[in-house]
């Protein structure tokens, strides 16, 4: 964590530090609680056990339920498939003790997959994991989660390792759901500049799918589902595991990692079949995705200051085959499509930071980008014959930015930079809808942005206060969005977009408003303290003079998002206070701005206690106005295109519950 707060000073853009303070207060379900109140990171759930999607800055807003436009890391090896999707259930908070959250071109070191940024996860190890952990929590709708954990040292050796299931009946109709998961890391010393890190993951998860409501009906029962989710059994079911291996060198002024990884995904998902219609009905597939990792960091001291060199180079690698089935009331029918997709990235990065003085420092960096995706039609008895194609994308992208220090524990920072992300599969691969549909290839650019970004970070001298704030305008090229035809009343699914541009303000404000109220500190101890924490999250993306949609809003975004947490802390080991979450205005749902979403208000109040360093008790109350409202939408080009049935209901009043043992 030491080691982190350090780079942090090192970036001149938008990152935050996430660390497990909050989260051992509450629900350890999900990235939503884990991420909780990170500002610019915003964190929609179509069930409120897990999150759907998220996404940074508006980018990868049309993806549904395997989100891209952001990378995701472990110990920085990549989680993402080959072209860019995540499935984020894969993941298990509970065994992460902090997170770096990177936002826009400061990304650039982790790879090309996401416009966004990135997200770098760091588990528990041997040396900082409790021998024995025990975690129980209860809650609304059926909800349980147990995990226990073990780590521990044994001379050049450590090891982690965390079982967890978590299970939801579900508060709406066939929403249903049960989670697997087995993590585990084991580290070898070889000396005190260098170890090796293996890593395991194994996930697997059968969850049931209601899918979306027009608003009246969310108003209306919210608890219903689609009327052809229960007849056709929708639902996704799939079986994960990753091996990784990390080896990682450092001595004074160089450090150097190296890293492998591999993993496999079977899954089955039965979704809307319409002989009529839309064929896409049941889709099967398999994936295996190999990557590697290379960097190294060299600093010394030259042409009058301090010197920082990173380089880097990851390859990435992903080989998916899949297949469509009629869904015959849940079962297999007839194929209907199947593909083999292959997909290949290497990123190459090297960037300078120098001192000119102990307080002014200039970054300059470079990535470069070749990409291929490979599209096989195995079912070429379409009406569209074979649509097989392979598509190269290359990139150079460059960067600068400033850091001025305006004391030890305070900057301002400053940058301009290029991102480039190449299309996924999911973007380019559909079925045409109508009577005479069949499987299509769709041939996509990638999406290009040009960002300025100015902010400052820090604390007082005092630590009572601390903030963060980043303003930032993107200037977007080709950016992906869900578009609509006029002409045929038909919505032609993602496609690319001439101009469109995103910016806007991402702040993180805590300060300790009282201290020692009723209990005095000392020295060795800290006193009581009540501290209030606010995070708010500006997002305006539009369309640039588009021949279709004008300057409309880019559907989908909430355009501002607050959130604040009071909380009252003991020495003694009590905590409790209120928290809020308020998406505070209407924000379009279709490009065509033509349907809203309505912003919402949710008062939730969490309390609990720690008994020295083992036993502690958690409670949380969600939603205690009991507002219906979505708590995820699915974009859409027009409203007349598709209906608008792209709403999903979130959860009602709920209460959690949970205590955790560790030896």
């Known amino acids: 964590m030491a080691d982190a707060a350090r780079r942090k000073k090192e970036v001149p853009g938008g990152f935050t530090l996430q660390g497990v303070e909050d989260f051992n207060k509450t629900r350890a379900s999900s990235l939503d609680d884990f991420l909780q109140n990170a500002p610019g990171l915003i964190m929609l759930s179509e069930n409120e056990d897990e999150v759907s999607k998220i996404y ?152 049931k799918i209601p899918g979306a409501l027009t608003w009246q009906q969310l108003e209306q029962n919210p608890k219903q589902t689609d009327p052809l989710a229960i007849p056709e059994d929708w639902r996704k079911d799939w079986y994960y595991i990753r091996l990784a291996d990390k080896l990682a060198y450092k001595s004074g002024p160089e450090e150097a990692d190296a890293g492998v990884y591999w993993w496999h995904r079977q899954a089955y998902e039965p979704n809307v079949y319409i002989p009529s219609n839309t064929l896409s009905g049941i889709g099967s597939f398999y994936s295996d995705n190999l990557g590697a990792l290379f960097n190294s960091t060299t600093r010394w001291d030259g042409l009058g200051g301090e010197n920082v060199l990173t380089a880097g180079l990851n390859p990435t690698f992903e080989d998916e085959e899949d297949a469509y089935y009629q869904n015959l009331s849940g079962g297999k029918g007839a194929l209907t499509g199947a593909d083999g997709e292959l997909s290949f990235n290497t990123v190459l990065y090297g960037q300078i930071q120098h001192h000119f003085t102990e307080k002014f420092s200039l970054v300059l960096g470079v990535q470069g980008i070749y990409a291929k995706r490979h599209f096989s039609d195995f079912f070429n008895t379409s009406v569209d014959g074979n649509v097989s194609q392979d598509l190269i994308y290359r990139s150079v992208n460059p960067k600068s930015g400033l850091i001025y220090e305006l004391n030890d524990k305070s900057q301002i920072f400053a940058n301009f930079s290029r991102t480039y992300q190449a299309p996924s599969f999911d973007d380019m691969v559909d079925f045409d809808t109508g009577p005479n549909t069949s499987q299509t290839f769709t041939p996509l650019e990638a999406e290009v942005a040009w960002t300025a970004e100015l902010g400052t970070r820090g604390q007082s001298e005092d630590h009572r206060l601390e903030w963060e704030l980043a303003l930032y305008h993107s200037w977007v090229r080709h950016e992906l969005v869900d578009v609509y035809s006029a002409e045929s009343d038909l919505d032609l699914g993602s496609l690319n977009i001439g101009r469109s541009y995103h910016q806007g303000v991402e702040a993180g404000l805590q300060y300790k408003l009282f201290e020692s109220i009723f209990t005095s500190g000392n020295k060795k101890n800290a006193g009581d303290s009540l501290t209030l924490r606010q995070d708010f999250t500006l997002t305006d993306a539009h369309f640039s003079d588009d021949p279709t949609f004008g300057n409309n809003r880019i559907a989908g975004i909430p355009v501002y998002d607050y959130q604040a947490q009071l909380m009252y802390e003991s020495p003694l080991g009590f905590f409790f206070g209120p928290n809020l979450h308020w998406v505070m205005s209407r924000f379009p749902v279709d490009n065509a701005n033509t349907i809203d979403c309505p912003g919402y208000v949710l008062l939730g109040f969490r309390a609990g206690f720690k ?39 979130g959860d009602p009043i709920s209460f959690y519950g949970g205590a955790t043992y560790a030896w």
């Open 56 to 207: 940074i800055r508006g980018f990868g807003v049309i993806q549904e339920d395997e989100p891209s436009s952001v990378q995701y890391l472990i110990d920085g090896l990549t989680l993402n498939q080959g072209d860019g999707e995540m499935i984020i259930e894969d993941l298990d908070p509970g065994t992460f003790k902090y997170a770096e959250v990177f936002r826009g071109e400061d990304a650039l070191q982790y790879g090309g997959l996401g416009l966004g940024g990135a997200i770098n996860f760091v588990p528990y190890t041997g040396y900082d994991a409790a021998p024995l952990a025990v975690k129980a929590e209860v809650g609304s709708f059926g909800f349980t989660r147990d995990q226990i954990s073990t780590g521990g040292v044994q001379g050049p050796w450590d090891y982690y390792i965390s079982t967890s299931v978590r299970y939801r009946s579900g508060w709406r109709q066939h929403s249903e759901e049960s989670t697997e998961l087995l993590f585990s890391d084991v580290g070898y010393k070889f000396s005190d500049t260098l170890e090796d890190r293996f890593y395991l993951t194994v996930d697997q998860t059968d969850r």
């Open 611 to 649: 008994i020295g360093k083992g036993f502690s008790v958690f409670f949380d109350a969600r939603n205690l106005l009991d507002q219906r409202y979505a708590s995820s939408v699915d974009p859409i080009s027009a409203a007349s295109a598709v209906g608008s049935q792209v709403y999903h209901p």
